[in-house]
């Protein structure tokens, strides 16, 4: 290639101004040589963040959506080093869990006789968890989460601790989900150590030596951190640092493409004409990708329709009496089976994780409801939604007084549900977007239908995609 041929500019069009579409629209803008290709960002909302919204109103700092994000990610590093800012990590006790069992939050210790005393498991359970080291490795790559947790750890254990796990990652059955797509750690330190008790010895071995990875079954196991002002600090500070150009309130109608320009057509709502672009990028949900690709690629838009999104309301309640805020055990929060009579799927003890989330003498507890156990949940109206969170709390803790503030929130479209087959789809989705390439060059898809649903998980996606976009693009401007 000739260094000094002369670059057309050209331009890149990221659609989404969650997480996703900002490392995205970074990684493309610097991958790409940091002005030869133009960069636009389209956010259909009035501010950026996705679903990572952080609301303070009077002393509450009201998370809509995720809580933190787990360390250790380079992408991530890079992107909150980009925007300025410093993270705040969690306090000590959010290493503090717990799960609801006979209607009392019980705290899962790791300590095989603390454990044994919790009450989450029977005597019964609990021999046939200790049995999960003579279980030979599984051979169905299909297999469900709770499957896998029922055959590993047995049917008690699948039901009292991992399902419950899934309804606090996911909002999520985990009889639905499969376990390559949604746990594939708990997969692969199955195939490598042939089972979860023996991953375990084996990690904690080379952690001694100070060799190998830090993450356990479940995923990484770096520390929680967000930031003084919430999880939308870092999207809003990427916004506001970013050499290329970032829209609001531009929501994308329509995508097309222009065969005899070799460009891509956008339709903008209420505007005029449509945005041309070179090359675009789909950082949106599954279901918004399915709409915008109907027209270019059927079947890949087909497919993306295909994953279960189902709603999610959040409702905080702030506490400020003395009684009620004692009868909040320490700790991060706690996850509640089906079955033990509560509607709620989980709260978090916000104020107990990080400094700043409610006034002095108070605390911020939130509430999940909804999700693929209960997907008409996020119909009910607020009272309802308040009802049910309030006694649900009241029952739990045992308390006597009802919050002095709330805060709700409804997510129609939630959390995508990795569930079985999921792969096969997301193949599917990818053969058809290669061959879409080779004959219209210019389309990349990223979001978290297929990378991870964690924060970080997300972010990696969209730099990585990003990054193979701006690069293209930029190749194709000096050949030209």
């Known amino acids: 290639m000739d260094e000094s041929a002369p670059v057309r500019r050209k331009r890149l069009v990221v659609i989404g101004g969650g997480i996703n579409g900002l490392a995205a629209a970074w990684s493309a803008w610097e991958s790409s040589g940091r002005g030869p290709v133009e960069v636009i960002l389209l956010e259909a909302g009035p501010e950026v963040g996705g679903k990572a919204r952080s609301r303070r109103t009077d002393g509450w700092l009201f998370e809509e959506g995720p809580t933190g994000f787990l360390g250790g990610s380079e992408v991530l590093n890079g992107l909150i080093e980009r925007a300025g800012l410093d993270p705040l990590q969690a306090d000590s006790m959010a290493a503090r869990r717990y799960v609801v069992r006979g209607g009392r939050a019980r705290e899962i210790r790791m300590a095989p006789p603390q454990f044994a005393m919790s009450g989450i498991l029977s005597p019964r359970g609990l021999v046939r968890l200790v049995g999960e080291l003579w279980v030979p490795p599984g051979r169905d790559d299909q297999e469900s989460v709770w499957d896998f947790a029922a055959r590993r750890l047995g049917p008690q254990a699948a039901d009292r601790l991992i399902a419950p796990m899934v309804l606090g990652i996911y909002a999520g059955d985990a009889k639905k989900l499969s376990l390559p797509a949604a746990f594939p750690r708990m997969a692969e330190l199955e195939r490598e150590y042939g089972g979860l008790f023996k991953a ?281």
């Open 200 to 480: 375990m010895f084996a990690l904690a071995k080379l952690k001694q030596k100070g060799e190998g990875p830090t993450a356990g079954p479940a995923g990484p196991g770096a520390g929680l951190f967000s930031f003084s002002e919430g999880m939308q600090s870092l999207p809003i500070a990427l916004a506001e640092n970013a050499s290329f150009e970032v829209r609001r309130g531009t929501a994308v109608t329509k995508l097309s493409r222009d065969r005899s320009r070799e460009t891509w057509q956008l339709g903008i709502l209420d505007a005029p004409q449509a945005l041309e672009a070179d090359a675009v990028v789909l950082s949106c949900d599954a279901h918004t990708s399915a709409r915008l690709l109907r027209g270019v690629l059927p079947r890949a838009s087909s497919e993306l329709a295909g994953i279960s999104m189902p709603g999610l309301a959040v409702v905080g309640l702030g506490y400020s009496k003395k009684s009620s805020i004692k009868s909040f055990p320490l700790g991060f929060g706690a996850l509640i089976p089906r079955g033990e009579g509560f509607r709620t799927l989980g709260c978090l003890f916000d104020t107990q994780l990080f400094p700043g989330r409610s006034p002095s003498g108070s605390v911020l507890v939130r509430c999940m409801i909804g999700g693929a156990t209960d997907p008409e949940a996020v119909q009910l109206s607020d009272q309802e939604l308040l009802g049910i969170t309030i006694d649900d709390m009241k029952r739990l803790f045992k308390l006597r007084d009802a919050p002095d503030s709330y805060e709700i929130v409804r997510w129609d479209k939630a959390i995508p549900q990795y569930e079985l087959g999921h792969l096969d789809r997301c193949g599917r989705i990818e053969v058809d977007l290669k061959d879409h390439a080779r004959r219209n060059p210019g389309l990349f898809l990223s979001g978290c239908h297929a990378a991870g649903v964690a924060f970080g998980k997300t972010a990696e996606e969209g730099w990585r995609v990003g990054e193979l976009a701006g690069r293209q693009l930029f190749e194709s401007a000096r050949i030209s």
